[in-house]
């Protein structure tokens, strides 16, 4: 068990918890309004437990674990009279990231996750600040309920997830400007400071530093009968610093995803290539997902076929949520991961995340 | 002795008037056209889902409509806009339209972008509160709609709803007007969040003294049979 998930996190959750269920469904606690100004607080907590199994030939071992996840989010607008809109959103939450952990370690910490500032109006969305980027934004991809499924929760205890989009630059700094639908087509395009993670690692071949990232998102989508139709396209590119020894990001995806009567079907390809990778990564993914989700409860599956130069993996996920009160869901994932690498080694692992979220 | 004829003429505030009246009525011909709807108080369209909507003043384009129960709300003569004013038991809203009337004349492939600003009141508090609706619309090609009242020859009006803040499309709504009735026949609405469509059709149109409450509540229970 982690040192976060701690009797201290789990007695709070059920008091917030109680809180929480206790206010009326409809209650919009958190949101203020007044002239032209709101403004929105999301506290979430949520506990999760997940069971795992990992074969990797020699044995198998299993295990569980369990994790205190918290997230604060404040989201405040200004309606200008001619209907732009400005904003500032900020987010900060409990964080697990494999790439960002030196070591690839799990350890809980609590950081800032988006902090951006944006202008609507009419014709585009202008966003500066740490946030995802449009390569992330516009991408249609296999569709994703319950924790995450195939890019998910359960890499938190065992395997790594699909990308389902180009490997772009994250929530690095950047000013992205998205223009408004023109016909259901849309796109984006984003420039940012340098994308860097690991930089307290002694080894600058573990340091990620890739400069002048720029992502590129087009999104087209209309309703066709009764079926809403969507397609995509995006690249991103960057340039890696020769002190890591990586390669530059040049990574591309498309995508397409239908949506009827609260089904959703969607696909996509990914050319990773060797994208911040070293000695010749050659990543692709094709990955693929039906879900069904009427707000209340949602169910799906979703698959992923991940090939790169020393080894392919094949995902697949079922998941679903439910959502018994509007500030409580519930949420598991079933995964299932299979590595075999060129040397004819196999590694398989199987994890069962579930999780329960309060929201206030 | 030659006689001077006298040559009709104005004076400048007589002149003054014609060219503003003149230049008013090409105004309003450019930006609404000759087939904008013509309502009279009365004209009544009673729908298959039980939607009823009744004209009970009109001011200028102005349209004051009732709604089943009878609660009142305007509407500019495009009924594809946002309505300018309403009211319920807890608040009171008024709405600006930013560019929202360049959609006629209604000739295929026209197109508009325009905003929606609200502002609404809590009667109880005084508190207020702004809004903003994002839409953009455009004239579809002409289609034969065959709905309950009949087949018409309509001419549909798309348009989709956009996040005020993200400006994603959240929704698309058609509405098929049929010049013939002066009014849509059928309104069509798709969630792109979900993917969820539903539609409602014209049943019957009542106008004058036709457009009572007995014979408005006979149709609603005609429909509520079938």
Not at chain 1, 39 to 53: N, V
Not at chain 1, 203 to 231: F, H, K, M, S, W
Not at chain 2, 139 to 154: H, M
Request: hydrophobic residues 35%; aromatic residues 10%.
């Amino acid at each position: 068990m982690k040192n976060a998930f701690s009797s201290l996190s789990i007695a709070g959750l059920v008091l917030g918890g109680g809180m929480f269920a206790g206010l009326p469904d409809g209650a919009r606690a958190m949101e203020f309004e007044r002239d032209a100004w709101s403004l929105r607080l999301d506290l979430i907590a949520a506990l999760q437990g997940a069971y795992f199994e990992v074969d990797d030939g020699p044995g198998t071992e299993s295990d569980t674990d369990g994790v205190f996840d918290f997230t604060a989010r404040a989201t405040g607008e200004y309606a200008f009279e001619n209907g732009w809109v400005a904003g500032v959103r900020v987010e900060y939450d409990s964080d697990f990231d494999e790439e960002s952990d030196v070591g690839g370690g799990t350890d809980f910490d609590f950081v800032r996750d988006e902090v951006y500032g944006y202008l609507a109006t009419p014709w585009a969305l202008v966003e500066i600040g740490e946030q995802d980027g449009p390569a992330d934004r516009l991408s249609y991809h296999a569709p994703t309920l319950g924790l995450g499924q195939i890019r998910g929760n359960f890499s938190r205890y065992a395997g790594s997830s699909a990308l389902l989009s180009p490997f772009d630059t994250q929530d690095s700094p950047k000013l992205v400007v998205t223009s408004a639908p023109w016909r259901g087509l849309r796109a984006g395009v984003s420039y940012g400071a340098d994308y860097k993670e690991n930089q307290d690692e002694p080894n600058p071949r573990r340091r990620t530093i890739q400069e002048n990232p720029i992502e590129i998102g087009v999104q087209y989508q209309r309703a066709v009968g009764d079926i809403v139709l969507g397609v995509s396209g995006a690249y991103v590119t960057a340039d890696a610093d020769p002190i890591t020894e990586r390669e530059d990001i040049s990574s591309w995806s498309a995508g397409g995803e239908a949506r009827w009567n609260n089904w959703r079907v969607g696909a996509a390809y990914v050319d990773r290539g060797d994208s911040n990778g070293r000695l010749g990564r050659d990543e692709s993914e094709v990955n693929y997902g039906v879900a069904w989700d009427n707000r209340k409860w949602g169910v799906a599956a979703s698959g992923a076929t991940i090939d790169r130069s020393s080894r392919s993996r094949q995902l697949a996920a079922i998941g679903g949520f439910y959502r018994p009160h509007r500030r409580v869901f519930l949420r598991s994932d079933l995964v299932y991961s299979d590595v075999d690498f060129d040397d004819g080694r196999q590694e398989d692992s199987i994890v069962f995340v579930t999780e329960i979220e309060f929201r206030l | 002795m030659t006689s001077k004829r006298r040559t009709p003429s104005m004076k400048p505030a007589q002149a003054m008037g014609l060219a503003l009246a003149a230049g008013l009525y090409f105004a309003w011909s450019s930006v609404y056209g000759s087939d904008v709807p013509d309502y009279a108080v009365n004209d009544t369209f009673v729908y298959d889902n039980g939607r009823v909507e009744r004209v009970v003043a009109v001011e200028d384009e102005d349209i004051v409509w009732a709604n089943r129960s009878g609660r009142q709300y305007v509407r500019k003569n495009s009924f594809f806009t946002p309505i300018l004013s309403w009211e319920s038991r807890s608040i009171e809203g008024e709405r600006r339209l930013r560019g929202a009337y360049a959609l006629w004349p209604l000739e295929t492939g026209r197109s508009v972008q325009f905003t929606a600003i609200s502002s609404i009141t809590e009667k109880e508090s005084g508190k207020k509160r702004r809004s903003v609706q994002r839409w953009q619309c455009r004239i579809e090609k002409p289609q034969t709609v065959s709905v309950p009242a009949g087949e018409f020859e309509t001419t549909p009006i798309k348009c989709a709803s956009l996040s005020r803040s993200t400006l994603r499309i959240l929704s698309e709504r058609t509405w098929y007007y049929a010049p013939d009735v002066g009014h849509y026949v059928k309104q069509r609405r798709t969630n792109f969040l979900t993917g969820v469509t539903s539609e409602f059709a014209l049943a019957a149109t009542l106008e004058g003294r036709m457009a009572n409450s007995a014979r408005i509540k006979a149709i609603l229970n005609s429909l509520d049979k079938d």
